[in-house]
């Protein structure tokens, strides 16, 4: 397990702390990230083999992709969507586009079978041939706006896309087994997405250079004389948006081996970059990162009122920032005194941009770390514990954990449970809704305390006893136990919140996760769903094979030239 001894990384405390977590940004690590430069550096060979689409853009589509070492198909079923079934939430069962992404080639006998079962997504049938499944619905404010546009021979105006990034948003990207599809531990010996949800990102790649692809087609069946293509840089600025609510939240509690080597990952990067010594170059490197943050959070629009209160002190702490450190000389420690300026004088979302933008100066240094944050997960019980040591271990690396008071009401105010509709989390209020005998296990917190309490009320009479004994006598406690052993030597696996307390914000566990995903644009609807934009930036089908700089994040509206005879 990381330790933070003698490492310079920062302490736990303040690294796992909710509201930082929920103040996280996109980075190199980022799985958008990493999962581009694989498919950069590797020249991946991107081929439609089949675009039968009508004019209003409805029929099937299918892309090979070859790696160095295996071909994959994507195929995606474009529909007409009712406007009375057009919904975002999981209850949906009616998509404008549905699609999957499948090991291996596609036959017509299976093209048959994907065709019945893809469109149903959760009510279908699948193997594991298929690596990834989702479905996405079209941006109502962009989409006919685009294909309009274009039809009539002119670019759509930059500022749609910097209101909404994307022409389709996902609603669900399902992964890891979900359906009968191919389980993570199919990929695990896969060189091309042996990393944690670069399978599920690439699809959701694929869909932004379909989307692009089909307004093209449907702009030129309208004008087949007038029409024109999509700019490149407007391409390039084009991401795909993605709805996610409350089911996410939960993967961050139930999986503190993998957050620990995600924050571990990012943590040593950062330690890395600012023990190196400062020059110039990168210096200024760090001025114009700073410039083209800030202009990007300038873009950014949301109409949540706690969001964009913090996008606001961000940019003004950006400000101030670029400003002092126009003033400072270069030195060994200047890359430490910059982090160490943020944690003095600007809120948490200038502190953890910054972090994203240092990670930008030394790629030699940072991206190596992108192969290492995966893990064997896994608690196996160690039952000849002595229970005082247990006990230690509760009491020195989950201090955290004892240090709420959980007597208040307020304190238990939530409760976690998945609905019996579509076996998603929800967040019920204990006081006014029923259910709470059927909640999940995610007050860590509270469990930890629980046990604490039980263990030392069974060593006052045993206290001689092994885990073995306090866990006949209380085997309520069994996972709890397993949890503490497993991650006793661990720094970063676990969020230090009481996430049943009032004050809990879901909105943090959200943000944290697809932060690691690579999203931006971050548009809160409430503090349990969220929207985003992924690969805003990123390079083009058409780009691979071109030299590739890896230099698209935080990505800026694009001036385009004015139209002939226009000033």
Request: net charge negative; proline share 5%; aromatic share 8%.
């Amino acid at each position: 397990m990381p330790s933070t001894q003698h490492t310079g990384l920062r302490p736990a405390a303040q690294v796992m702390d909710l509201d930082r977590l929920g103040s996280h940004f996109q980075s190199r690590l980022s799985f958008v990230r990493s999962s581009m430069r694989r498919m950069m550096n590797e020249r991946w060979h991107i081929q439609r083999t089949c675009f039968d689409l009508d004019a209003e853009g409805y029929g099937t589509a299918i892309y090979r992709i070859e790696t160095a070492t295996q071909r994959y198909h994507c195929v995606i079923f474009s529909m007409y969507l009712p406007p009375e079934k057009r919904s975002d939430r999981v209850i949906a069962d009616q998509w404008d586009v549905t699609f999957a992404l499948l090991a291996g080639d596609v036959d017509g006998a299976q093209l048959a079978d994907l065709r019945r079962n893809v469109p149903l997504q959760e009510a279908g049938r699948f193997d594991a041939r298929v690596l990834v499944l989702s479905r996405a619905n079209r941006s109502l404010r962009n989409f006919d706006r685009f294909v309009e546009a274009l039809a009539e021979g002119r670019q759509p105006q930059p500022t749609q896309l910097a209101e909404v990034g994307y022409l389709y948003r996902t609603t669900a990207v399902y992964g890891n087994g979900k359906f009968g599809i191919a389980d993570f531990s199919c990929l695990q010996d896969n060189a091309d997405f042996n990393q944690p949800f670069s399978a599920q990102m690439f699809t959701v790649y694929l869909l932004r250079h379909f989307s692009i692809e089909q307004i093209e087609h449907m702009a030129r069946a309208r004008a087949p004389q007038r029409a024109v293509g999509l700019d490149a840089a407007l391409q390039r600025y084009l991401g795909v948006g993605n709805s996610t609510g409350l089911g996410m939240a939960p993967f961050l509690i139930n999986h503190p081996q993998l957050v620990e080597q995600w924050v571990w990952a990012r943590e040593t990067a950062l330690a890395q970059v600012t023990a190196q010594p400062a020059d110039l170059p990168r210096r200024q490197r760090l001025q114009v990162l700073l410039e083209r943050a800030q202009r990007h959070l300038e873009q950014t629009t949301t109409e949540d009122q706690r969001q964009s209160a913090a996008d606001l002190r961000t940019l003004a702490d950006l400000e101030h920032l670029r400003q002092w450190l126009g003033c400072q000389p270069l030195s060994d420690a200047l890359w430490q005194q910059v982090r160490e300026w943020s944690e003095e004088h600007a809120g948490l979302g200038c502190q953890e941009l910054l972090v994203s933008l240092l990670l930008e100066l030394y790629p030699q240094l940072v991206d190596p770390l992108a192969a290492q944050m995966d893990v064997t997960e896994g608690f196996r019980l160690d039952a000849q514990m002595p229970l005082h040591e247990l006990r230690a271990v509760i009491e020195t690396r989950y201090r955290w954990a004892l240090d709420y008071n959980l007597e208040r009401a307020e304190a238990n105010h939530f409760f976690w449970y998945r609905s019996a509709e579509k076996e998603e989390p929800r967040l019920g209020e204990r006081a006014q809704e029923p259910g709470a005998e059927k909640e999940m296990q995610l007050g860590i917190a509270r469990n930890i305390q629980r046990c604490h309490g039980a263990l030392l009320h069974h060593l006052e009479q045993h206290p001689d006893h092994l885990t073995a004994h306090f866990l006949i006598a209380e085997p309520r406690y069994k996972g709890t136990v397993c949890r503490l052993q497993g991650m006793a030597r661990g720094v970063y696996g676990e969020i230090r919140a009481n996430l049943l307390d009032r004050a809990m914000l879901p909105i943090h566990l959200l943000r944290c996760k697809l932060a690691f995903f690579g999203a931006g644009k971050f548009d809160p609807k409430s503090s349990r769903w969220v929207r985003i934009t992924l690969f805003q930036g990123a390079p083009l089908v058409s780009d691979i094979g071109q030299p590739f700089d890896d230099d698209w994040n935080f990505a800026v509206m694009p001036q385009l030239a004015a139209p002939a005879g226009e000033l």
